[in-house]
């Protein structure tokens, strides 16, 4: 995030998507199965695979694994566990009057939203600014992110493929 320094405070400005010195990513989907794929410079970095609503999930990139669980039946927060460290690292709580999620991870908090109206955009939010955008083309999309955070890219999609299942119903 770019700080502007002022005579009273510090005001976070809002990242520039255009810029050069962003990390790009794209990932795709088949049409019958809830793995997403992730690539960065047309080679594979990761793969989310599972139930995509109600189930667990995992998330493996980097030599990192990751596993996305509901803590009950009942509830519209799901639980994020870091299995290489094989403990709970943070969580991602559903609005289901909206689409919109809050995530915490590792004390941080973000928020998931959509960016049009057509449901093809969507973003991830760091104190009101936009940190990591997400585009789609029917079963691929790209990614722009300006801060290193694999997390993050699962989150993204996970939320994103859950909402359209959850819409769909």
């Not at 990513?25 to 199965?33: E, Q, R």
């Not at 992110?145 to 769909?168: A, D, H, Q, T």
Request: net charge positive; hydrophobic share 40%.
């Amino acid at each position: 995030m770019i700080i502007k320094k002022t005579s009273s405070d510090l005001v976070p400005l809002e990242i520039d998507f255009t810029k050069s010195e962003l990390l790009k990513f794209h990932w795709k989907k088949t049409l019958f199965s809830s793995k997403y794929e992730l690539f960065s410079q047309n080679k594979k970095i990761g793969e989310l695979n599972g139930r995509m609503y109600g189930g667990v999930l995992v998330g493996k990139i980097n030599n990192k694994t990751f596993k996305f669980q509901k803590r009950s039946f009942f509830s519209s927060e799901i639980e994020i566990i870091d299995l290489n460290l094989n403990k709970a690292i943070g969580s991602i709580s559903f609005n289901i009057w909206s689409n919109r999620a809050k995530l915490k991870i590792k004390g941080k908090r973000f928020e998931w939203k959509y960016e049009n109206f057509w449901r093809t955009k969507w973003s991830i939010s760091e104190n009101g600014f936009s940190v990591i955008k997400f585009k789609k083309n029917a079963f691929r999309g790209q990614i722009k992110s300006k801060i290193e955070n694999e997390l993050l890219l699962f989150c993204g999609l996970l939320i994103y493929g859950r909402n359209v299942i959850r819409n769909c119903a």
